[in-house]
Nanobody, 117 residues
């Protein structure tokens, strides 16, 4: 059974940093493309970063240069280091397996990130 458990969110001021974690069970994250999505209030899920099985990284323009995606294969965990956070980064962050930019599995509970000006 696939489970995606996100954690690490919180409330920070603009310019601050957070590190999100996603513990994956039910499949090996290292052999799939894993992505981080965020959902701002009233909006759809948006893919902000992904990491392929061959370590190709993708970042949406709005986070490029500020966010870093990584994984620990031994722990089957995916991370998102978020630096220089902006109020527009506020939202609920989710991880998921990505296939052609589309999330494959049902969403986990996500982790809330709130950035104040």
């Amino acid at each position: 059974q696939v489970q995606l458990v996100e954690s690490g969110g919180g409330s920070v001021q603009a310019g601050g940093s957070l590190r999100l974690s996603c513990v994956v069970s039910g499949f090996k994250a290292s052999v799939q493309t894993m992505g981080w999505y965020r959902q701002a209030p009233g909006k759809k899920h948006e893919l902000v970063a992904s990491l392929s099985s061959t370590n190709e990284e993708y970042y949406a323009d709005v986070v490029n240069g500020r966010f870093i995606v990584s994984r620990d294969s031994g722990e089957n965990t995916v991370y998102l280091q978020m630096n220089n956070l902006k109020p527009e980064d506020t939202g609920v962050y989710y991880c998921n397996r990505v296939l052609r930019s589309v999330a494959v599995f049902a969403w986990g509970q996500g982790t809330q990130v709130t950035v104040s000006a």
